[in-house]
């Protein structure tokens, strides 16, 4: 089985850009998580949706954030405009609740704001 | 609020050596699933091992196993025979049975391997 899937694998974007990560979770799972990695903050859980609707965001950031999940098979976070600080690795994850809901990460996504 | 916590930033060990990564919690529910992960240089999270609270018994995966003590919320990862493709950062994880399936991530600890 193919595993959670991103696009792109990196993006170097300008500052005020709008930018878009992608993600395919695997078939049949029905959670999806985006998270965000940095140094300084670690881990961070962002979103997370069940049965494609939005279940938390307490943890976007701000405005500047948004995320969504029009079918099962894929989702989007959109950053709009990009700041320099929101430079980090942002991952996706799925999981399937019944399996005692092991979350499997996709490869990541590296952004640089400049 | 559940928290975890691993007090740990930086672990080494020699190659073919045994090393225990530590791991706490703190929870007041009593059902519950814990995870180990593994993030190498490529950054890619792996799932190392997991462990489901109602069991007694603790999870082995060939040369990981976990010491799972639910009394004193204690979860350490024992990585025996150590390899040089070992080295990473080490997040432990813990997951609620109910309602949200949010995870709680600890803030890691990177393990070293030395030849």
């Known amino acids: 089985d193919a595993g959670v899937i ?53 943890g976007m950031p701000e405005d500047r954030f948004s995320a969504k999940m029009p079918n099962a098979s894929f989702s989007t976070l959109k950053i709009q405009p990009s700041e320099p600080r929101d430079s980090a690795v942002y991952f996706c994850a799925s999981s399937r609740a019944a399996a005692a809901g092991t979350q499997y990460f996709g490869p990541g996504t590296r952004l640089t704001v400049l | 609020a559940q928290t975890v916590t691993q007090s740990q930033p ?47 018994q603790n999870a082995t995966e060939n040369r990981f196993s976990v010491n799972f003590q639910k009394a004193a919320k204690s979860f350490s990862l024992k990585i025996s025979d150590s390899q040089l493709g070992d080295a990473a950062m080490y997040f432990c994880a813990y997951r609620s049975e109910v309602g949200t399936y949010k995870y709680i991530f600890g803030t890691g600890t990177r393990l070293k391997v030395l030849a």
């Open chain 1, 6 to 58: 991103q696009s792109p694998r990196h993006e170097v974007t300008e500052m005020g850009q709008e930018v878009t990560l992608r993600c395919k979770p695997i078939s049949g799972h029905n959670s999806l998580f985006w998270y965000r990695q940095t140094m300084m903050r670690g881990l961070e859980l962002l979103i997370y949706f069940n049965n494609n609707v939005p279940i938390d965001d307490s």
């Open chain 2, 10 to 56: 930086e672990m080494s060990v020699q190659e073919a050596e045994t090393v225990t990564l530590s791991c706490t919690y703190d929870t007041s529910e009593s059902d519950y699933y814990l995870f180990w992960y593994k993030q190498p240089p490529s950054r890619q999270m792996i799932l190392v091992i997991r462990q489901e609270a109602y069991k007694q």
